[in-house]
């Protein structure tokens, strides 16, 4: 079994920063891609930010230069860092990844449980 835990979430202030993190556990052959989703209330989980192996990077338009995504490949690890962050930015965010368990498996996706992110003065 794999899990997904991400960390980090809060309360910030309008023009704050943030960092969350996504610690993948169990039983881990390669990660090919972790990515972050949010959802805010009433509205649809919509991707934020997604890095596949070679480093490619896709960005929501709307975090384009103020979020940076970043992966430790060694310790199974994502991170989001969030700067300039705006009321607009306050959901829960999801951590993705498809992961292979072993050399023979296909990658399967999992998601992680949550966390919350608050942007308010």
């Known amino acids: 079994q794999v899990q997904l835990v ?5 309360l910030v202030q309008p023009g704050g920063s943030l960092r969350l993190s996504c610690a993948a556990s ?9 990515g972050w989703y949010r959802q805010a209330p ?3 989980r919509e991707l934020v930010a997604r890095m596949a192996n070679g480093a490619m990077t896709n960005y929501a338009d709307s975090v384009k230069g103020r979020f940076t ?3 430790d490949n060694t310790r199974n690890m994502g991170y989001l ?14 951590c ?3 992961i292979r368990s072993t050399w023979f498996d296909a990658a399967s996706e999992y998601w992680g449980q949550g ?5 308010s003065s």
């Open 81 to 94: 860092e969030m700067n300039r962050l705006n009321p607009e930015d306050t959901a829960v965010y999801y």
């Open 6 to 10: 991400e960390s980090g979430g809060g």
């Open 96 to 98: 993705n990844a498809n």
């Open 69 to 71: 995504i970043s992966r």
């Open 42 to 44: 009433g509205n649809q």
């Open 26 to 34: 169990g039983s881990i052959f390669a990660i090919t891609a972790m």
């Open 115 to 119: 966390t919350q992110v608050t942007v």
